[in-house]
């Protein structure tokens, strides 16, 4: 899956725009506040629902405008729109027909992004991981979100239980409680497990490919329950020695919304370095581009769909040597939109085969529009955005 075409309307500094798309590398290049991010945030809004910079929608909304409308041609010729007003709320569309759930439009197929903010997937906590994967999780195997939201009932009744009991209710009233956490509990593991093993592969050979020096990077799902595996009467009796403590903390503590992610480099003397706590800003820049090109992969093997893949402002911070891989692998990857204040970061051969979309006050420039050609070089250095 791809997207052809991009249209917006109302959307941040966007009156009205159109761009075309190319099924491989697309760069988009502009000066500061030209409205790179905005666009590929308009992208992933109309695809996902959902902006990596807001979770309201009237932030979107074009200052004056009355209403923000992204609308995407997909390479096989199916629409997607979404639109807001503070009147009509959100009115999503597929193929011109309303939809009622903003599901089918996420349906439509996966999109990856990175944003400066996706950093926190690496440095931040172990809920950010969990929630990205989970992300990921339902965007490729369809039980997977019923899974979760399983999982997040039964703690959630299971804790209100405990509450009840530590007040001086029977204890007995937990065992039900119980029940559905380990089998809700397990059956989000199994899923869980089955990504991160399908994911870790990928990620191993994508991080070595974007690291210099080579090396080997991995990723495994820390859980509680590795050890219990599949079995509920194990999980029952971790429960069941845990009980005192829970009571009194009212608070259930086993469970996979307790997992974390792990990402990190294999030393030669078999130790690993975590790269939350041990890597640096571009290695663990380049621990999440690993992952998100490893989630394409899973979710072309797992769905047939590969989808595009955003990345917002990669560039500038990478060192050249990374920069070199990170476009290798991307011209060799389907779909990639990639912004950046400046084309030098690029070579001209890289660009060669890429669609530059040239923004100027958030509008394509005629000369570049539906083009091949390689960016001027003078006129983005001009710009007051280049390094
Ligand atoms: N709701 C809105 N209405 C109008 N303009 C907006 C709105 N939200 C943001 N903007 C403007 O959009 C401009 C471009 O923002 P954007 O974040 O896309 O820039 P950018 O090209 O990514 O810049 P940078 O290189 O600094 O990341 C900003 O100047 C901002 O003020
Ligand atoms: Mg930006």
């Known amino acids: 899956m791809y997207i052809a075409e991009i249209r917006l309307s109302g959307f941040r500094s966007y009156a009205s725009a159109h761009f075309a798309l190319s099924p491989g590398l697309n760069v988009v290049v502009g000066a500061n506040a030209t409205g790179k991010t905005n666009l590929v945030e308009a992208a992933y809004w109309s695809l996902r629902a959902t902006s990596p910079r807001t979770s309201r929608d009237d932030k979107l909304m074009r200052w004056g405008a009355d209403a923000a ?7 096989d010729g199916r629409t997607a729109a979404l639109a807001y007003s503070p009147r009509l709320g959100r009115r999503a569309t597929v193929d011109g027909v309303a939809v009622n759930s903003l599901e ?15 950093l926190l997937l690496v440095k931040g906590g172990p809920a950010r991981r969990r ?101 509920p009467d194990g999980y029952h009796e971790a429960l069941w020695a845990r009980r005192p403590r829970e009571i009194e903390s009212a608070v259930s503590a086993l469970g996979p919304h307790r997992d974390d992610l792990e990402i990190f480099e294999s030393l030669p003397t078999g130790e690993r370095r975590d790269l939350r706590l041990f890597g640096s800003q571009g290695e663990q820049r380049a621990a999440v581009l690993a992952l998100l090109l490893a989630e394409r992969e899973v979710a072309e093997q797992w769905t047939g769909q590969r989808g595009p893949l955003f990345l917002d402002d990669v560039m500038s911070e990478l060192d050249d040597a990374r920069r070199r891989l990170l476009v290798r692998l991307l011209a060799a990857s389907g779909q990639a939109v990639v912004t950046t204040t400046t084309s030098m970061y690029f070579r001209p ?22 083009s091949r050609r390689v960016a001027t070089e003078g006129r983005e250095s001009s710009g007051g955005g280049s390094p």
């Open 349 to 370: 051969e890289e660009l060669a085969g890429a669609r530059i979309i040239d923004l100027q006050d958030g509008l394509p420039a005629p000369a570049a529009e539906g």
């Open 104 to 118: 089918r439009l996420r349906r439509l197929g996966p999109v990856f992004l990175f944003v400066p903010e996706s």
């Open 69 to 75: 409308r992204v609308e995407v041609m997909l390479g």
């Open 131 to 231: 929630a990205h994967l989970d992300a990921f999780g339902a965007d490729v195997d369809p039980a997977y979100q019923a899974s979760v939201a399983a999982l997040q009932t039964a703690v959630r009744q299971r804790n209100a239980q405990l509450a009840r009991v530590r007040a001086g209710g029977p204890e007995r009233a937990l065992d039900p409680w119980d029940a559905q956490l380990v089998s809700s509990g397990l059956e989000l593991e199994r899923r869980r497990r089955a990504l991160v093993e399908a994911l870790a592969e990928r990620f191993a050979g994508f991080a070595a490919a974007l690291s210099p020096a080579g090396g080997a990077f991995g990723l495994s799902l820390r859980s509680a329950l590795a050890d219990i595996g599949d079995d």
